[in-house]
T-cell receptor, first 114, second 115 residues
Framework: DAGVTQSPTHLIKTRGQQVTLRCSPK?????VSWYQQALGQGPQFIFQ???????QRGNFPDRFSGHQFPNYSSELNVNALWLGDSALYLC?????????????FGPGTRLLVL | AQSVAQPEDQVNVAEGNPLTVKCTYS??????LFWYVQYPNRGLQFLLK??????LVKGSYGFEAEFNKSQTSFHLKKPSALVSDSALYFC?????????????FGAGTRLFVKA
């Protein structure tokens, strides 16, 4: 039973560029959440997708957008990259709509913006 | 504002001794509380959660946590630490007053277990 997978594992971009990160949820899960973890900090909630719609969004600008596909996989897009966007981006999947559901995390994509 | 505090950046303990990693939260209502562990260059691994019921929650790898509503705390504990427990630990909270789906994480506590 595959867990949460993310691609790519590492990425280097320059300021102003755009990036797309991908996530496949744990088998049987239908909900995907994205987090940004800056160095030395805890993860910060970006947004959550369920039934192909953004269900809740954290305090991130519109440069951060996402998508969920019918197979529940998801993409995170970041436009006009800033140096401050350098971080580990984590995807988490869960089942159902209850806020008590456990989220299972992928290994993350480490993004470096130069 | 809703928040989670992990007051210790680092906890040092000798192998075989009990360990405690502290967490307090500031979320009104009845929040759901979680502990995760992160090893170097890895994602977060779920350890345990409190939803309702018994205040002592048992989780993976011998860890447990005690929910204290009056002190708004959810401290992680283990009776006998292992060197392999050395990692970064995150407390997290979610609930109606965080929007229902948003998880708020603490800044993390690094645990060092010395042989």
């Amino acid at each position: 039973d595959a867990g949460v997978t993310q691609s790519p594992t590492h990425l280097i971009k320059t300021r102003g560029q755009q990036v797309t990160l991908r996530c496949s949820p744990k088998s049987g899960h239908d909900t995907v959440s994205w987090y940004q973890q800056a160095l030395g900090q805890g993860p910060q909630f970006i947004f959550q997708y369920y039934e192909e719609e953004e269900r809740q969004r954290g305090n991130f600008p519109d440069r951060f957008s996402g998508h969920q596909f019918p197979n529940y996989s998801s993409e995170l897009n970041v436009n006009a990259l800033w140096l401050g966007d350098s971080a580990l981006y984590l995807c988490a999947s869960s089942l159902g709509t209850g806020s008590q559901e456990t989220q299972y995390f992928g290994p993350g994509t480490r993004l470096l913006v130069l | 504002a809703q928040s989670v505090a992990q007051p210790e950046d680092q906890v040092n303990v000798a192998e075989g001794n009990p360990l405690t990693v502290k967490c307090t939260y500031s979320v009104s209502g009845n929040p759901y509380l979680f502990w995760y562990v992160q090893y170097p260059n890895r994602g977060l691994q779920f350890l345990l959660k409190y939803i309702t019921g018994d205040n002592l929650v048992k989780g993976s790898y011998g860890f447990e946590a005690e929910f204290n509503k009056s002190q708004t705390s959810f401290h992680l504990k283990k009776p006998s630490a292992l060197v392999s427990d050395s990692a970064l630990y995150f407390c997290a909270v979610r609930g109606i007053n965080t929007g229902g789906f948003k998880t708020i994480f603490g800044a993390g506590t690094r645990l060092f277990v010395k042989a």
